[in-house]
């Protein structure tokens, strides 16, 4: 080669190697790390509680895309001080005991973690305005069976309609339930629901409108949650409350969890084999039952059918085990 290139230019035209820092398998200890509890989400940040106060904190990078709900014990490091302006950073999720999930729909493969922690799901459901929707209250209980957690029936509004009329319809279930009315004899009277709810941490679900707000400021005096009203021609209350959020009871009795009004509950996740073993007393009769029996009531040779005609199972019992079963593919349009 001639002129002003020679065999040797063309290493001078490589492209430089990227001068990165040497890969280690040592990771953080983060042996100062405190823990917390998580009390809410708002756009990214979480409001802790930290020894007694309050802190905010934002996710590490580390962590990825797992996510970090009301109710998670965290490990944080950082400003914990609560100061304004201060920030925390989580670094670990502790291992959850419980997780309550639904899914948009029932075919929709992505599951969403509502809560967790929480050892007692209350179900709170209107007598009237707005009416009951049963098909909601099955689904929230398939919830709180799947994810091993006490379910709880709250009924408001006792003084516009007569409770024995939803309540003849659970009995079967054995699932406890707790009555409140805001007028007429016994008016704002709780003290069932706080004994009901002395030493757990419960989590409130319903659909907006049946009074979960005000039942969370009575007990609660300083809680401060917004309360709305039932649009007179749909029948539908407006959502007041935007995301969960974690309260201690008076005298640290125990924690409830406010959550926003859902009108779906997506059981997508909820296997059969799951929910039957909620149910002891049945499960054990279906022993004899073929593979991939979902134990419904169009099953051929279900055990359950078999133990009713032997006088073994109770067939109301059953009879309301399989409308749980049937409220995992029902429509979540209430």
Known sequence: MTGRYSEHDHEHYERPRRRTRPRTKDRPTYDDAVEARVVTVDR???TLLVDGHRAMAMKSRPLG?????VGDRVRVVGDTSGADGSLARIVEVVERTTTLRRTADDDDPVERVIVSNADQLVVVTALADPEPRPRLIDRALVAAYDAGMAPLLCLTK???ADPETLLSTYRSLGVPWVVTQLKGE???DLTELRDRLRGRTSVLVGHSGVGKST???ALIPDAGREVGIVNAVTGRGRHTSTSAYLLELPDGDGWIIDTPGIRSFGLAHVRPENLIEAFPDLDEMTE???RGCTHGGDEPECGLDEAIAAGEADPDRVESFRRLLAAREASTDW
């Open 186 to 188: 016994g008016a704002g």
């Open 65 to 69: 895309r797992k996510g970090v709900v």
């Open 288 to 290: 004899t039952c073929p």
């Open 158 to 160: 006792a003084d516009l």
């Open 44 to 46: 990214g940040r979480f």
């Open 215 to 217: 039942l969370v400021n």
